[in-house]
């Protein structure tokens, strides 16, 4: 090859390409159409140089690939076909280009307006292109003629195509017809019409695509703007993404060659951009990986040219205040052109990513990147699609940050994962849905359209949520957004329906901590974690998906699954959360002890207890950092919300940590929760209250909610009650005496409650109460003591043995602070009405102790209708033994009717042993009644008698 001549050299743009090619438009050989005779020549063309008129200025040419040198139209006739041996080289002349008839025809007929002030060249530096003229020589007049009539009418049909008003139409119409027609090897023979001596198809389509070729270049030489190339690649754009090989091949080298003449002939005026040059660069740099290998060649060098022109484009258009900007661009691109040639774009396709990154903006690289995942529903070979796949995350690696259809390509994204079939694809998919997750900027917008899902998410959408490439330092950052959206929910009051966010985001919960990339940022983010999943399980409970808000048209139309609802997805995200922060003994506690049944019940405040205290006993860590988390949040939210946080609160504050709280955020919030309607709340108060009161420093400020506890041991809750005495049996040995004879006026009247708790404690705190009473303030209980005598005494007899050890005790504390000594009778563990000897003892002793103190025979009377059968019995016994005690005068005051009328009804008593021991009461009654009748007759007889005798 010859060095450049005079006037070869072409402008550059804005940098120098010195190492890469630059071809100014090929002239095609003259046309023929089909039939035409110059097809039927089997003789050999002569060889005479000839000599141009004059020689014509030329670019200086550039080395091709391998060494090859080709033209514009020879370029496109190799479609599909064996390329023709060259043919003797010196058939041509090594001096000035020639200018062919269809250039020539051009320049005379449009050299005013339409042709571009640069000349036009042709490459005559191999005699290929004589060669592939399909045997036609270029000097034989019989030739000649046939050929200026195929070059003719292919200008015709530019005129045509510009001056038609459905021009779209008629170019879409002339492409399709070429590009579909089938691949050469299918065509085994031709119609019967033709002569024999045109049975060569291969010559046909040569010469076919070689017009065609040059008509679309025609058409870029005639109007060289942005527009009309736009108009060229919307046609020849579906071809170039066909799953037939022949026809993609022949769309890209068509579109090569338009590319090539347009970087030579561009006009630059308005517009000065491309409608789609993101598009068009995804769909050239997708063809630069094709397997088949002309292909790949073709659009590598077809995207040399493009990149020509981005840079010329972008240079004028680019902001000139930004000239810093565009510097550091265009060094940037010269840096990589510098390393990069036209054979590594089609060897390493991505690498054309970072060469065009810098000149797309933010909507060009949304068509890049939709182009990209548009071409992974239908790609024609699999290795397509890990090049699809390797673009779209070197793009997003490099221009993260400027992309602005984000929701629409994670949707593009989530429609293709069931496509993809290549692991290291997907895998290449989800890495670009982590760049974009892990930048704040987008973190929110990809979380919206990834929880717009149908839960349970398909394993597609799991694969995805559970393989998610985060960095370290980005994972809090995105566990803590998509935690955020489930703790909004909770914070607005409650709603008919759940919102169906909620719901997904417990999934998406799930489905991350399942996987491992996310375990360090669960570490960090375990309290707010743990207490949002509790909360969530809350909310759920005895809820199914119809009572969600589920957006219409979400589910197919065979509807929602009935297997699965809110509360079975907060479930497994909790127990996940456990075992993947390594709480694995806390999980056996809650297994164990049927704490996840309590959790997902009407006890759910149970599990909550059970749950916070395994982590206080096992991970002290973990439950000290949830402690101070809730100090300042406790109280907001709805009623769930708070009454699950303020569970897990007062459990804490047995720890120790608890007593450096300050007293605002621990006994003040819980004097103030025991005045809550709620009595949830009022039971959480009288929790905490309990586990404070274990520190005794913490016991003075307690103190102060004393009447408040004293009231709840009124109340109908069983809990509330057994609370308040758990706590006031802590406290009692600091009361008063005037408190102290408030509470065993209280307590006495729980004595006989029929729940067995509030019953036996009650009794423990009244001795306890007892013992508490200094010895100035005797006098102030005694009263109180002498009335449980009775109730304690019959209690004795009952058959829970741990009520009657508790009555036998306590009545032992009430005789030392009488300074009683009770007879041994008391402590007999057998019934008392099978021992009528000691029930006699027993009687007369506290009968004579008791007379004139208290009406021990009422007090007795009150448990003959007892719901226990051993009290009523007992309390029957004792009233006919006691009668014998009584103070007569007691007898003539009240008179017995009241007690045998109460009596006489336990003769009706389905019992046989209560109704015998009535009737013997009964029995005895009348007979000291009666006795007392006879000894006051007598008194007054004798008095009467000593009256007359005096």
């Not at 005068?889 to 009535?918: C, F, Q, T, V, Y």
Request: some cysteine; aromatic content about 8%; charged content about 25%.
């Amino acid at each position: 090859m010859k060095a450049a001549r005079p006037g070869s050299a072409l402008p550059r743009f804005a940098l120098g390409l010195a190492g890469t090619r630059s071809h100014a438009l090929h002239a095609p050989p003259p046309h023929q159409p089909f039939g035409s005779a110059a097809l039927h020549q089997n003789s050999q063309p002569s060889v005479t140089p000839t000599t141009p008129k004059a020689p014509e200025p030329m670019p200086m040419p550039l080395p091709r690939r391998g060494g090859e040198q080709r033209l514009a139209g020879a370029r496109v006739v190799r479609t599909s076909l064996p390329r023709a041996a060259p043919r003797s080289p010196r058939r041509v002349g090594r001096g000035a280009p020639l200018l062919s008839h269809a250039q020539r025809l051009t320049r005379r007929r449009h050299s005013s307006e339409q042709v571009p002030p640069e000349p036009e060249q042709a490459d005559f530096r191999s005699g290929k292109w004589l060669q592939e003229r399909a045997g036609g020589d270029a000097r034989d007049p019989q030739h000649t003629p046939p050929a200026r009539m195929g070059s003719r009418q292919s200008y015709q049909d530019v005129h045509l195509l510009f001056g038609s008003e459905d021009r779209e139409d008629l170019l879409g119409l002339i492409t399709r017809s070429m590009i579909s027609l089938p691949a050469v090897n299918t065509c085994t023979q031709l119609p019967s019409t033709v002569p024999k001596q045109t049975s060569h198809p291969e010559c046909l389509y040569r010469q076919t695509f070689q017009a065609f070729s040059v008509m679309l270049q025609s058409l870029v030489v005639k109007d060289p703007h942005l527009e009309n190339f736009d108009s060229i690649f919307k046609q020849m754009d579906p071809w170039l993404q066909s799953n037939k090989d022949h026809e993609r091949e022949r769309a890209t080298a068509i579109m090569a060659q338009v590319l090539k003449c347009l970087s030579c002939y561009l006009h630059l005026k308005l517009p000065l951009q491309f409608q789609r040059l993101g598009h068009l660069v995804a769909v050239m740099a997708l063809l630069c990986g094709d397997p088949v290998k002309e292909v790949a060649e073709d659009a590598a060098e077809g995207t040399h040219y493009l990149l020509h022109i981005t840079l010329k484009l972008k240079y004028i258009t680019q902001d000139r205040q930004n000239a810093r900007s565009l510097r550091e661009t265009l060094k940037k691109c010269r840096e990589l052109l510098e390393h990069y040639s036209i054979k590594q774009f089609y060897s390493c396709p991505f690498k054309i990513v970072q060469v065009f990154e810098v000149f797309l903006d933010s909507q060009e690289l949304g068509q890049f990147i939709m182009t990209t995942l548009d071409s992974l529903k239908s790609l024609p070979h699999p290795c397509t699609q890990q090049i699809a796949g390797e673009l779209l995350i070197t793009l997003v690696r490099f221009a993260e940050a400027r992309f602005e259809k984000v929701p629409e390509i994670i949707g593009v994204i989530c429609a293709r994962l069931s496509i993809i079939t290549l692991p290291t694809v997907r895998q290449q998919i989800v890495n670009t849905v982590s760049l974009f997750i892990s930048r704040p900027k987008y973190t929110d917008i990809v979380l919206s359209h990834l929880l717009c899902h149908p839960v349970p998410y398909d394993r597609h959408l799991a694969e995805l949520w559970r393989t998610l490439e985060v960095e370290l330092s980005n994972t809090t950052w995105v566990l803590w957004r998509l935690l955020r959206r489930l703790q909004k929910c909770h914070d607005v009051a409650t709603q008919e329906k759940m919102a169906y966010v909620a719901v997904a985001v417990t999934d998406a919960l799930y489905e991350v901590l399942l996987g491992n990339k996310f375990r360090a940022a669960a570490f960090r983010l375990f309290p707010q974690l743990l207490m949002t999943l509790l909360i969530q399980i809350h909310h759920s409970i005895g809820l199914t998906m119809s009572d969600v808000n589920i957006p219409s048209g979400l589910y197919p139309v065979q509807g929602i699954p009935m297997e699965v609802s809110p509360l079975c997805f907060a479930m497994q995200a909790t127990k996940t959360l456990l075992l993947r922060t390594s709480c694995w003994q806390e999980f056996s506690i809650m297994e164990k002890n049927n704490g996840w049944t309590l959790l997902k019940g009407e006890c759910h405040l149970q599990g909550v207890f059970l749950l916070a205290n395994s982590l206080l006993e096992r991970s002290h860590f973990f439950a000290y950092k949830i402690m101070y988390l809730l100090v300042p949040l406790i109280n907001r939210g709805n009623d769930k919300h708070r009454l699950t946080s303020a569970g897990f609160f007062v459990e804490l504050l047995k720890s120790p940590m608890a007593r450096r709280l300050p007293r605002l955020y621990s006994t003040a919030r819980l004097k103030d929760w025991l005045y809550e309607e709620n009595k949830l709340f009022r039971i959480l108060a009288l929790r905490g209250l309990h586990n404070l009161v274990r520190h005794r420093e913490m016991r003075e400020d307690i103190k102060g909610a004393i009447p408040c506890i004293l009231d709840s041991l009124q109340e109908t809750d069983e809990r509330i009650v057994l609370l308040a005495i758990q706590i006031l049996m802590k406290l009692v040995k600091t009361l008063d005496s005037t408190t102290l004879a408030t509470l065993m006026k209280i307590l006495f009247s729980l004595f006989g409650d029929v729940r067995h708790g509030i019953h036996r404690f009650s009794m423990t705190l009244f001795g306890a109460s007892i013992k508490a009473v200094r010895h100035t303030d005797k006098k102030c209980v005694e009263s109180h003591v002498l009335e449980s005598l009775v109730p304690l005494l019959l209690f004795s007899q009952d058959d829970s043995d741990e009520i009657a050890k508790e009555s036998r005790q306590v009545l032992t504390i009430c005789a030392q602070f009488l300074k009683w000594k009770l007879p041994r009778e008391v402590y007999c563990k057998d019934p008392l009405y099978i021992k009528p000897n000691e029930v006699r003892r027993v009687c007369k002793f506290f009968g004579e102790k008791s007379k004139g103190k208290i009406n021990i025979l009422d007090q007795t009377l009150m448990y003959s209708k007892d719901p226990k059968l051993p009290i009523r019995r007992t309390a029957v016994l004792f009233i006919g033994i006691l009668s014998k005690y009584v103070d007569p005068s007691e007898l003539k005051m009240k008179g017995i009717d009241w007690i045998e009328n109460d009596l006489r009804e336990l003769l009706h008593d389905p019992e046989p042993s209560l109704r015998i021991i009535a009737s013997q009461a009964l029995f005895r009654i009348q007979r000291v009644w009666n006795e007392s009748e006879s000894q006051i007759r007598v008194s007054w007889l004798r008095k009467l008698c000593g009256c007359l005798h005096t």
